[in-house]
């Protein structure tokens, strides 16, 4: 598999390439993003500053600016420039706080990152932003009581997507909430019929409340979707053990293992199947819904000059 440093790396060179032949006029900020997959933060810094010496309203170069400070760990510039930023946006505007806080996150400093989550929270008082970053951010740190209310904040503030109903459903998923969490997931469902993390969290909630059942109509849903997802075969194995269909649970794994399945977790799976009883043949727990994937707060990302209503920029 290729690894990330070497696409780094072949993006790096083919934004060289393109340059030296004249094809592309590359932005200050595309400079430094370039720069920075370099791991040349210092110099993808001087690049921006450059840049805003000459053309200080450039918001998505201070932002990236911001960020990049963040990774030097020189919190005292990042904090000045998000005063410069401030003072260039609209008032009430919670942008520059969720820049803070990506800069503190990225200099590993979470509890000052989640408090300037929400206080882009206070400042925008009608916008998800603010409560939809922290507590994405919280929900990805594992602190599901203190995700909850920020993400219940957000929806209640107009976010809708997708993502976001998956995040709440696994926080409610992990405080037992079992109705909330599914009508979370089913929101998020409705907001992304072609998608699969809602379903998926579905058929965990089924799976929690040991309803077979439920859990095989969900993984059903989840390969009409993506047929070759090999754990939702698994899935569907361990409902058939469920239900007492021992041949159409092996039947499962065989097709979970031509699609790629962990060969280990398929011959315990099989093991026990062939050894219980017909009436209590088991199978191995499914897979559940796996934890958010908030956007990684990556200094190589140029943030958007305006971000949407509902999304982390």
Not at 125 to 136: D, F
Request: glycine letters at 8%.
């Amino acid at each position: 598999m290729t690894s990330a440093r070497s696409l780094r790396g072949a993006a790096a060179i083919g934004l060289a390439a393109a340059l030296s032949a004249g094809c592309v006029k590359a932005s200050a900020t595309e400079q430094a993003m370039a720069l920075s997959r370099q791991h040349q933060e210092e110099r993808a810094i001087d690049v921006l500053r450059r840049r805003l010496a000459e053309r200080p309203d450039d918001l998505p170069a201070r932002r990236l600016l911001v960020r990049l400070l963040g990774v030097t760990g020189d919190l005292g510039a990042a904090r000045r420039e998000v005063d410069e930023l401030e003072r260039r946006v609209p008032e009430g505007d919670p942008v520059p706080w969720i820049e803070l806080g990506h800069a503190y996150e990225l200099a590993h400093r979470f509890e000052d990152a989640l408090a300037a989550y929400d206080d882009a929270a206070n400042v925008a008082k009608a916008s998800p932003l603010g409560p939809r970053e922290g507590g994405m951010r919280c929900a990805r740190w594992g602190e599901v009581d203190e995700a909850r209310p920020r993400l219940e904040e957000a929806v209640r503030r107009g976010a809708r997507d997708a993502e976001l109903w998956h995040a709440l459903g696994l926080v409610r998923l992990h405080q037992r909430d079992l109705a909330a969490a599914e009508e979370a997931y089913r929101a998020g469902i409705a907001q992304d019929p072609d998608g699969v993390e809602n379903v998926l969290g579905l058929a965990t909630v089924a799976v929690v409340r040991g309803d077979a059942a439920g859990a095989l109509a969900a993984y059903g849903a989840i390969l009409a979707r993506r047929p070759r997802y090999a754990p939702a075969e698994v899935g569907r194995a361990w409902a058939y053990g469920k239900l007492g269909r021992a041949e159409d649970a092996l039947r499962a794994l065989d097709r979970a293992e031509r699609l790629g399945a962990a060969p280990a977790s398929l011959a315990r799976a099989r093991a026990l199947l062939r050894a219980a009883p017909p009436a209590s043949r088991p199978s191995p727990p499914p897979p559940t819904s796996a934890p958010p994937e908030s956007p990684s707060v990556s200094p190589v990302t140029a943030p958007p000059a305006s971000p949407p209503p509902d999304a982390p920029p």
